[in-house]
């Protein structure tokens, strides 16, 4: 096989991979394609992407805003305890959705650095500022 055909095959994986995740976390296939193509057009986030696929864990190598998908992960599981009298909108316990999440707020960070750090920096489920 080709070197082409290689990448190419595993940008399918990795693409059928976001969209099984979509359809676990209740999003749909079109949300799966739809962040697949932000993250396809990222190539730090593309990499995160296969390292996560491969190993189940963050890389943590590309940050936006000054973060890392680790870090987005975490502020989103401290951000949605404020929705802890409302289940049907919690994340913390739907590792798909957490996980998209993540990958999506990355996308949007790279977009929008100074508004997420700001955001991160004052919107946690602490009572504190």
């Known amino acids: 096989m080709e070197e082409r055909e290689q990448l190419d095959k595993a940008l399918e994986t990795l693409k059928q991979f976001v969209c099984r995740l979509s359809v676990q976390a209740g ?14 057009r990222s190539a730090g986030l593309l990499q995160e ?14 940050e936006a805003a000054g973060y890392t998908l680790a870090d987005v992960l975490v502020w989103q599981v401290d951000h949605f305890k404020l929705y802890m009298d409302r289940p049907e909108e919690m994340n913390r316990y739907r590792q798909p959705r957490l996980l998209l ?9 790279e977009k929008e650095p100074i508004y997420f750090q700001e955001k991160m920096r004052t919107e946690t489920g602490q009572d504190i500022l």
């Open 101 to 109: 999440a993540a990958f999506d707020t990355m996308l949007q960070m």
């Open 27 to 40: 999003q749909g296939v079109e949300y799966g394609e739809q962040l697949w193509q932000g993250i396809s």
């Open 49 to 62: 992407l296969a390292y996560y696929h491969d190993y189940g864990q963050f890389l943590c190598r590309h």
